[in-house]
């Protein structure tokens, strides 16, 4: 049973990033390449119907972990508490400059949600990347100091940073070298995803520019992937054991390689779609790696008084799974038809179909 | 609201004197619990001004979708239109204010998630996937599809955006009865409550009436607000013949939701109080001692709680008793039957929110008779009285919602789950007073800008009224 909805919450994270992740991309293109009014209208116009369904998914993931692995939910949250509250203060900024820019017609007040929508889309791209950094590295579980638990075993809290930025110090903190550098891969492939959908769902004539774009951050992209998997091997131990031992799980990796070196192709394809399933590919595939890789655990401990969390440390009782089963499968199979409907009425470019006239 | 200093004086001890911050002991656990429950009293109080809205809106707006299918008067279609604007103003601030709820139950309340989360994960994740899907998958629809889907079709989007929100509300107040009155569960050894029947949940016998009493609420807050826009246009001279409808409109269901949700729902959920709740029942009702031979109903008064007695007392004798045991001599028990340990921790203030809610509910029934009689009589759009009173009225029902929340979780204190778990042994016990206070005025103050916007925005779309359609 935790296994599954280990499975389910995972599945239900991957899609949020994939889907949530294209419009945070669509608003650091909006704040870094688009400079005319066109241009930022067709960015606004490509995601506007589907921002909203998309944090939906956030939510969803939530109420799952909630429900299927308490404990992880109390830990996590509490010990994440400033970042995690910010993230929800830059959520508000990013739906409001969505939704307010278009409701008064003068220069500045849209200049300045723009700018909300911008940095604010920016910013969860590069603290969400930091999240999983922190996810990675681990964090001191029940506070030990001195080799005594200040906290329950599975407590802890996260200042933003040290003095030292290290992620190998005593005393961690959410920013340090290697959690940025993951920040900085996050927001560098959300701004490839986010340049993917905008090819993807517009005819806008910012597409060439895009496709540059996309192909000079791929290098980025490719370099900082190098890099984090070097300094991986210095902040845990053995990083690839998981995959040695189950042979099948390379396929993750495979994929996320596919993903990675078909960005390169994005000036060639015939499809403008493809870019799109690509950065797609990456993002899911280096997610189930990164998961895979500390399986069972969900948040590694950095001390050796107090274990890990893993799955079945942090999991609700075997009842309340079981029966959560039934009406899960049932709200999948709506889903599935909502979704269904919604692509059928949205589907191909965004143009024709105004967004954001109320 | 609190047995602390309220709110409003953390501020004036921010900007004067810093006695209240000087006073803090660093770590202390009564600190922490004291900005934790400002925070989520502070965000849940600023949510539900807007849920209370969309939620009854919804019905509305589809009662009017449905009026256009029936009679093909564009003026419905158009009523129809105008209101949903109103409407994903309000939905899309219920949105990102809701966000911050769901993750404060982890994020301040930590103990509380991993001790209960098996148990109310359980509706919570179930509103996640069954409600939050269903209205965002179809909002958009509702507000952008109406030419791409037809009107039938588009009606449908509406009902489904609607019974999205019901089922919304349907099962927070499901988690909500749990924490009331927790059914289906056992308690382990290392103190986790875990569910040991799914069905408990939803036979609740504290959800039934808690739900219908606030699904009414919410229907008269919408209703006010339509009669209060219509009242607004008629008075200025405006778009005369949709004040008109709103107006009438927002009479119709406001005369039948304030009754209802007084008579038989409110009955209903007071009953629930007084059954599994008593020493809140006495808290809300102000009996500090045990009425033998029949006990009176407090109209005013003010709670001296040193001193165990009313002050001021207004009363009339043996209401209360009938009310409550439908016999005019049936004993009330007082706060002096019980523990101490167990009164609700701040008993004046549980006691006015449950004044003003009941005060502000009767006020309604009766301007709504009167409004009901004067559209019965043809006289309700040149009755100037009436429709400055239901101008006037426009916040009033927002602050019945607010006082009757307020009535239900201050009467739940000293317990998270009731007579089970504390308050007190529910909060994050690595979140320390500093980081909350900072993220509660960082709250305050965005949460403040976010008002000043809503309030511009939506005065502009009044302002603005509906537009007439030509096809």
């Known amino acids: 049973m935790e296994l599954f909805w280990y499975i389910v919450l995972m599945s239900m994270l991957a899609i949020y990033v994939v889907l949530d992740g294209y419009d945070f991309g669509a608003g650091i293109i909006h704040l870094f390449f688009a400079k005319k009014e066109k241009d930022k209208k067709a960015i606004t116009n490509a995601i506007g119907p589907f921002w909203d369904a998309n944090e939906v998914w956030l939510i969803a993931s939530g109420g799952i972990l909630f429900f299927a692995f308490p404990t992880l939910y109390a830990s996590s949250f509490s010990g994440f508490y400033l970042p995690l509250i910010m993230i929800l203060w830059l959520l508000i900024f990013r739906a409001i400059g969505l939704e307010l820019r278009g409701q008064i017609h003068n220069k500045l007040w849209e200049a300045v949600w723009d700018k909300a929508f911008g940095i604010a889309s920016f910013l969860l791209a590069l603290f969400f990347g930091i999240a999983l950094g922190n996810v990675v590295r681990g964090v001191n579980l029940g506070m030990v100091e001195n080799g005594v638990s200040a906290h329950e075993a599975h407590y802890f809290f996260l200042p933003l940073w040290n003095p030292t930025f290290s992620p190998t110090a005593e005393h961690l903190g959410i920013i340090d070298w290697f959690t940025i550098l993951l920040g900085l891969l996050g927001a560098v492939t959300l701004t490839i995803h986010g340049a993917n959908w905008i090819i993807f769902k517009t005819n806008s004539e910012l597409n060439n520019k895009l496709k540059t774009v996309i192909f000079r951050l791929n290098i980025v992209l490719v370099s900082l992937v190098i890099t984090s998997l070097v300094l991986w091997h210095i902040i845990a131990p053995k990083p690839f054991h998981n995959f040695m031992e189950r042979p099948w799980l390379w396929v993750f990796p495979l994929l996320t390689l596919v993903g990675l070196f078909g960005l390169f192709g994005v000036r060639t394809y015939k499809k403008d779609g493809m870019g799109f399933v690509c950065s797609a590919l990456f993002i899911l ?28 440390n942090v999991a609700a009782d075997e009842y309340g799974l079981s029966v959560g089963v039934y009406w899960f499968i049932v709200a999948l199979i709506l889903l599935i038809a909502y979704i269904f409907i919604q692509y059928r009425v949205f589907k191909g470019k965004m143009d024709d179909i105004g967004y954001g006239e109320h | 609201m609190l047995n602390k200093p309220v709110f409003l004086d953390i501020f004036f001890s921010l900007l004067f004197k810093f006695e209240l911050l000087n006073n803090l002991m660093p770590f202390s656990m009564e600190d922490m619990l004291f900005y934790d429950r400002m925070q989520f009293a502070f965000t849940i109080t600023f949510h539900y001004l807007f849920p209370q809205l969309t939620m009854g809106l919804s019905l509305i707006i589809v009662y009017f979708k449905w009026k256009f299918l029936r009679t093909q008067l564009q003026s419905y279609n158009d009523a129809a239109k105008f209101w949903m604007r109103i409407f994903a103003l309000n939905f899309a601030m219920g949105v990102v204010t809701g966000i911050p709820m769901e993750f404060q139950f982890g994020t301040n309340w930590a103990k509380f998630s991993e001790l209960t989360g098996g148990i109310i994960g359980q509706t919570l994740a179930m509103e996640g996937m069954f409600s939050f899907f269903l209205e965002s998958s179809f909002l958009g629809l509702f507000l952008f599809g109406e030419k791409l889907l037809g009107h039938k079709l588009h009606f449908l989007t509406g009902f489904l955006v609607f019974l999205g929100s019901w089922a919304s509300g349907f099962l927070i107040i499901a988690t909500h009865s749990w924490m009331q009155h927790p059914v289906g569960y056992e308690i382990l050894s290392n103190g986790k409550f875990v569910l040991n029947n799914f069905g408990a949940l939803f036979s609740n016998p504290w959800l039934l009436p808690s739900y219908l009493h606030n699904q009414l609420a919410s229907m008269v807050t919408a209703s006010f607000v339509i009669a209060a826009v219509g009242a607004f246009y008629i008075l200025n001279k405006k778009h005369h013949s949709f004040g008109k409808l709103f107006v009438k409109t927002g009479v119709l ?10 008579f038989p729902t409110g009955d209903w ?60 001599d049936a004993t009330v028990k007082g706060l002096n039957e019980f523990n101490p340990e167990v009164y609700p921790t701040n008993i004046p203030g549980l006691y006015y929110a449950y004044h003003i809610m009941v005060g502000l509910g009767t006020l309604f029934i009766g301007i709504m008779a009167m409004a009901g009689v004067q559209l019965w009589r043809k006289k309700l759009y040149s009755s100037k009285w009436i429709l400055w009173s239901l101008l006037f009225l426009l916040p009033f029902p927002y602050i019945a919602n607010t006082t009757g929340w307020y009535t239900a979780e201050l009467g739940r204190q000293p317990w998270l789950v009731y007579n089970l778990l504390r308050t007190s042994d529910g909060i994050s016990p690595t979140v320390s007073s500093g980081n909350t206070l900072f993220t509660l005025l960082g709250f305050i103050g965005l949460y403040l800008l976010l008002g000043m916007l809503f309030l511009i925005l939506v005065g502009k779309i009044i302002n603005k009224g509906p537009l007439t359609s030509n096809t």
């Open chain 1, 285 to 312: 595939g280096g997610f189930a790696t990164t998961a895979a890789s500390i399986f069972p655990k969900v948040l590694p401990s950095t001390n050796t008084v107090n274990p890990s969390l893993t799955i079945y």
């Open chain 2, 253 to 262: 269901f406001g005369l039948i939701s304030s009754v209802l949700v007084a």
């Open chain 2, 269 to 328: 959920a007071a009953k629930n109080v007084v059954e599994y709740q008593p020493v809140t029942f006495a808290a809300m009702e102000g009996l500090f001692e045990t009425q033998h031979g029949g006990a009176e109903i407090v109209l005013i008064g003010q709670p001296n709680v040193m001193e165990k007695k009313l002050d001021n007392k207004l009363a009339v004798p043996n209401i209360l008793s009938f009310l409550t045991y439908k016999k005019w």
